[in-house]
């Protein structure tokens, strides 16, 4: 594990691709099961789904992917600039999530 200087404990990855490509990271950067789910509860308890019955498919698969293109635009250098790519990391204990998020993965282009 890494700390970044925000004080968010990772994977010693990101920590890696920070110093690789010269940039900074943030925590959210940084995308976990318990962060999704608790982004999810927190939409759910808003009435953001009209009480509907919260599934994997599509609320934590859309989830995810509201994250991502929302982390995307961040900047991550000093001049802050909008990124002109986002690399995406997919592995850890969250496999049978990331499993249907890449079956997904062509609405990101929507």
């Known amino acids: 594990r890494f700390s970044f200087f925000v ?5 010693l990855d990101l920590g890696n691709y920070e110093r ?3 940039v900074t990271l943030h925590r959210d950067n940084n995308i976990t099961t318990g962060k999704i789910y608790q982004y999810v509860i927190d939409k759910e308890r808003r009435g953001d789904y009209l009480g509907k019955t919260v599934q ?3 609320h934590i698969t859309d989830a995810i992917q509201e994250w991502v293109q929302r982390v995307a635009h ?15 990391e ?6 049978e999530i ?3 998020y890449v079956k ?4 990101l282009s929507n």
Request: net charge negative.
């Open 7 to 11: 004080s968010s404990e990772v994977d």
């Open 20 to 22: 690789f490509l010269d």
């Open 56 to 58: 994997v498919v599509p």
């Open 74 to 88: 961040i900047s991550v250098d000093e001049d802050k600039a909008e990124p002109d790519i986002c690399i995406i």
């Open 90 to 95: 997919l592995g850890g204990t969250t496999t």
């Open 98 to 100: 990331i499993n249907i």
């Open 104 to 107: 997904n993965r062509y609405s």
